[in-house]
């Protein structure tokens, strides 16, 4: 395992995140523990997780793990979210005050712990002030329930405008980002890197392997079946077969990841999961998995790093498909500037 810092503080984390998403839905408690056991003992310390994930078994989960491990607390970086619904109250929902203060005290339940290291936004909420936000998250901070704030699925106004806020109000500054990032989705590249390299914010990639289609047990025009994610459900979120199947870029991508693949005698999702971990501004790459044997074969590619070719190759595959303007090549030149007599 190798380690950074989480985005520009001096809290070092493993370049992998376990993502816990899966417990307590697709994970049994039993398989749940033992991930985090093999996590753990390969050297990884950041864990993520997020009360809506199980309606709060996830965290409950990890929580009686913890129990069960005098002393591993203070060997993890955890991490939780809150915003969205955990009741049918008009109040149970959103980056209110209100209704972080009960979230947050609520995730610190589940999981048994005084304080959790990064408290995180779910996503933006258009009916709440990220003022409010970013006072409840300093007042947090100060009361040793939190340790550093983060936000997920911001757009790059709405971060800018965020780490700005914090900066110039004196209050904890956003550390972290987490996006959906990967060779299918890279279009954070467009603002969202950009903004995160210049506040000294840590990308925190979730579905690096794209919804399983990175480790290509997918098949061009065929139907997935069996016991995946899309072949329970091929219509599932994001990631659904029929809209991805569709576009030729997608096996663009993965004919170039095995290739890349190949060449290396690694499995395709190692290659993809080694190219999300070295993309700029990347803290940790949060891992998702049904299985123990899925953990084994992402925490695999921790160590692995691409050459400048194979990069090469499958950022050419992978180019986000983009208009002229403002993100194509013309709008880019009416941005740009160089001194005269410049190379």
Same mark, same amino acid.
């Given at each position: 395992?190798?380690y950074?810092?989480?985005?520009s503080?001096g809290?070092v984390?493993?370049?992998q995140?376990l993502?816990? !998403?899966?417990?307590?839905?697709?994970?049994s408690e039993?398989?749940?523990?033992a991930?985090?056991?093999?996590?753990v003992?390969?050297?990884?310390?950041?864990?993520d997780?997020?009360d809506?994930?199980?309606?709060g078994?996830?965290?409950e989960?990890?929580?009686?793990?913890?129990a069960?491990?005098?002393g !591993?607390r203070?060997r993890?970086?955890?991490?939780t979210?809150g915003r969205f619904?955990?009741?049918?109250?008009p109040?149970d929902?959103g980056?209110t005050?209100t209704?972080?203060?009960?979230a947050?005290d609520?995730s610190?339940?589940?999981?048994?712990?005084?304080?959790v290291?990064?408290?995180?936004?779910?996503a933006?909420d258009?009916?709440?002030?990220?003022e409010?936000?970013?006072g409840f998250f300093?007042d947090?901070?100060r009361?040793?329930?939190?340790?550093?704030?983060?936000?997920?699925?911001?757009l790059g106004?709405?971060?800018q405008?965020?780490?700005?806020?914090a900066?110039?109000?004196?209050l904890?500054?956003v550390v972290?980002?987490?996006?959906?990032?990967n060779?299918?989705?890279?279009?954070?590249?467009?603002?969202?890197v950009d903004v995160?390299r210049?506040?000294g914010?840590g990308?925190?990639?979730w579905?690096?392997l794209?919804?399983?289609?990175?480790?290509?047990?997918?098949?061009?025009?065929?139907d997935?079946t069996?016991?995946t994610?899309?072949g329970?459900d091929?219509?599932?979120?994001?990631?659904?077969?029929?809209?991805?199947?569709?576009?030729?870029?997608?096996?663009?991508v993965?004919d170039?990841?095995?290739?890349?693949?190949?060449?290396r005698?690694?499995?395709l999702?190692?290659?993809a999961?080694?190219?999300?971990a070295?993309r700029?501004?990347?803290?940790?790459?949060?891992?998702g998995?049904r299985t123990?044997?899925?953990?084994?074969?992402?925490?695999a590619?921790?160590?692995l790093?691409?050459s400048e070719?194979?990069?090469e190759?499958l950022?050419?595959?992978?180019?986000p498909?983009?208009s002229v303007y403002?993100y194509?090549v013309?709008?880019?030149q009416q941005r740009?500037?160089?001194l005269?007599?410049?190379?």
């Open positions: 395992m190798e950074r810092t989480l985005g503080t809290t984390v493993s370049t995140c993502g816990t !998403m899966t417990f307590g839905n697709e994970s039993e398989v749940s523990w991930q985090l056991d093999r996590f003992e390969l050297g990884g310390n950041f864990v997780t997020a809506v994930y199980s309606r078994v996830s965290e989960i990890i929580g009686r793990w913890l069960a491990r005098p !591993m203070d993890l970086v955890i991490a979210k619904p955990m009741g049918e109250g109040n929902a980056l005050r209704h972080l203060t009960r947050l609520a610190l339940r589940r999981l048994g712990v005084e304080s290291d990064l408290y995180q936004a779910h933006w258009p009916l709440t002030p990220i409010e936000t970013l300093d947090a901070v009361a040793g329930k939190i340790r550093y704030p983060g936000v997920s699925n911001f106004w709405q971060l405008k965020a780490s700005l806020l900066r110039f109000r004196g904890a500054p972290t980002l987490q996006p959906q990032y060779l299918l989705v890279r279009d954070i590249e467009f603002e969202l995160c210049n506040e914010i990308i925190l990639p579905s690096p794209a919804g399983g289609w990175l480790t290509g047990k997918y098949r061009r025009d065929q997935p069996g016991a994610r899309l329970e091929p219509g599932r979120g994001m990631e659904a077969y029929a809209a991805r199947n569709a576009q030729e870029r997608t096996w663009q993965i170039a990841l095995r290739e890349v693949a190949e060449g005698g690694v499995p999702s190692q290659v999961l080694a190219w999300v070295d700029p501004a990347v803290t940790s790459v949060i891992l998995a123990l044997e899925q953990l084994d074969d992402n925490l590619a921790a160590e790093h691409l070719k194979e990069t190759r950022d050419e595959a992978s180019a498909v983009v403002p194509g013309p709008g880019v740009s500037r160089t005269p007599g410049s190379a």
